[in-house]
């Protein structure tokens, strides 16, 4: 399979449910979608202006001073000491390395990539990309032999389940048998909302429960688009195995795939900042508050969603029979038929709508 065998891109199959939505007198309620809304904090916008004068090359590495305060970000926020400048890179959003890093690890037809059951389309896409064979399964003791890459989401996306240290450990035990990379997407791990996430650090796949402080094999994957509002600044990174990090830098040299200076300038400042995370996040609690009670007194079934940007739902109907429905009451959400074949009866709803749009949506609701 080839760039040019690619699906058409599955979000088009949800427009006449959005023409069906924007019909609605009070307007449209988009939760389809998880593209911040929210300012951009000054603190961090401030910095991109300030370097704008981006006359010479970017490193693809990333500057110093970003590769520091990775690391730093990593010790203070994941519970994750001892790594170094060599564990870490900064990537153009966290969706180009989805889709690409099979392309980059030189996987291929007879390899297996594995990825969750629930899952973002783009782990599938990567593999379908360069022939290997994708396979949904959670289970790590059905992960089949010829295994190359592992991808594991944490918070997931759209589920919002949350792995905790000893599912990881496992995760990583059975990859290591395999011969298997494993790569963990952890976008979300700053937003939970349910016990123990609510006040515990959800863990990195690099945390040292899980590794016993050896890293080797092991990639996390994290994108400040959530927690910063930075969809825009395409800003993300991975940390993990030095071998592996010092082989994707070499290849995005080639390829020229760097980040921009700017933007890496505004990185640094958006890691050191605790406060306007902590304020994001108060944002998502509120509308979570909101929306959840008003879905479950509409007859939905929330299941998972302990943490992360989505609510995902069921009324044990098809999918698009719920959206069909919430169509009508002109709110948009994703069917879970875009998240792998074993979700049809579910729905993902975001929480990344205003305020006014969120309590709209739940007054809908209510309605009902």
């Not at 959003?93 to 099979?102: I, M, R, Y």
């Not at 007879?110 to 593999?127: F, I, K, L, Q, S």
Request: net charge negative.
């Amino acid at each position: 399979m080839g760039v040019a065998d690619l699906a058409d891109y599955p979000w088009d199959a949800v427009a006449p449910y959005a023409t069906r939505a924007r019909a609605h007198p009070d307007g449209l309620v988009d939760l389809s979608i998880g593209s911040p809304v929210d300012p951009t904090p000054p603190v961090i916008a401030h910095a991109l202006a300030a370097a704008t004068d981006a006359h010479a090359y970017p490193q693809t590495a990333g500057a110093p001073a970003l590769r520091e305060a990775i690391v730093d970000w990593y010790a203070r926020r994941r519970g994750v000491p001892d790594l170094s400048a060599d564990h870490v890179l900064p990537t153009i959003g966290s969706k180009e390395l989805v889709a690409l890093l099979p392309l980059l690890l030189d996987l291929g037809p007879g390899d297996v990539v594995v990825h969750p059951r629930a899952a973002y389309p783009t782990y599938e896409v990567g593999a379908r990309l360069v022939g290997a064979t994708p396979i949904a399964a959670d289970d790590p003791q059905t992960w089949p032999a010829g295994t190359r890459l592992v991808w594991l989401n944490s918070p997931g996306n759209p589920d919002g389940r949350v792995l905790d240290a000893v599912s990881l450990r496992a995760a990583v035990a059975r990859a290591r048998e395999l011969g298997a990379i494993v790569a963990s997407d952890e976008c979300y791990a700053e937003l939970g909302w349910d016990a123990p996430w609510h006040s515990e650090p959800i863990p990195s796949v690099l945390d040292p429960r899980v590794t016993d402080g050896d890293v080797r094999g092991i990639l996390s994957v994290y994108s400040l688009s959530k927690q910063s509002n930075l969809a825009g600044y395409r800003a993300a990174f991975l940390a993990g195995d030095p071998e592996i990090v010092a082989r994707l830098t070499t290849a995005r040299k080639h390829l020229g795939m760097i980040l921009p200076a700017p933007v890496q300038a505004a990185m640094i400042i958006a890691l050191g900042d605790d406060e306007h995370v902590a304020a994001q996040k108060d944002r998502y609690r509120a509308r979570r508050a909101t929306l959840k009670p008003a879905l479950e007194a509409a007859g939905f079934r929330i299941d998972f969603s302990e943490a992360g940007l989505y609510l995902w739902a069921t009324e044990d109907r098809d999918a698009w029979d719920s959206l069909g429905r919430l169509a009508d009451l002109g709110i948009l959400a994703g069917p879970g038929h875009f998240y792998g074949e074993h979700f049809p009866r579910h729905i993902r709803l975001s929480l990344t709508a205003t305020d006014e749009r969120i309590a709209t949506a739940a007054a809908r609701l209510r309605g009902l």
